[in-house]
Nanobody
Framework: VQLQASGGGLVQAGDSLRLSCVAS????????MGWFRQAPGKEREFVAAVRWGSGITYYDPSVKGRFTISRDKAKNTVYLQMTSLKPEDTAVYSC???????????????????WGQGTQVTVSS
């Protein structure tokens, strides 16, 4: 499975941005697609995830209500629509995919087998 993330950039606080992650091969109804982020000097953290088959979504509380994850099966693409961006959202955002994840492991980076390269999101104040 290969994942290609794009859509990052430099925006101002309050702006919106949409990230995309195209998956090449390996997606199935059992797949979970997730977004994680890592800021300089900080641990990688979970942002959001979506079950490929059912569309059930999961969010970290810090982004719930501001970010929306979605998937387009026809395009094998998962999106992360980010609104009301804050300076603390600044990080490298990476997409990842895993299979047959139970809900309690959705937010754990180690549960995901494949990772794409990151895309930088910078939010200025």
């Amino acid at each position: 499975v290969q994942l290609q993330a794009s859509g990052g950039g430099l925006v101002q606080a309050g702006d919106s941005l949409r990230l995309s992650c195209v998956a090449s091969g390996g997606t199935s109804s059992a797949s979970v697609m997730g977004w994680f982020r890592q800021a300089p000097g900080k641990e990688r953290e979970f942002v959001a995830a979506v079950r490929w088959g059912s569309g059930i979504t999961y969010y970290d509380p810090s982004v719930k209500g501001r970010f929306t994850i979605s998937r387009d099966k026809a395009k094998n693409t998962v999106y992360l629509q980010m609104t009301s961006l804050k300076p603390e959202d600044t990080a490298v955002y990476s997409c990842a995919t895993g299979s047959t994840l139970i809900s309690s492991t959705i937010s754990r980076a180690g549960a995901y087998a494949y990772w794409g390269q990151g895309t930088q999101v910078t939010v200025s104040s």
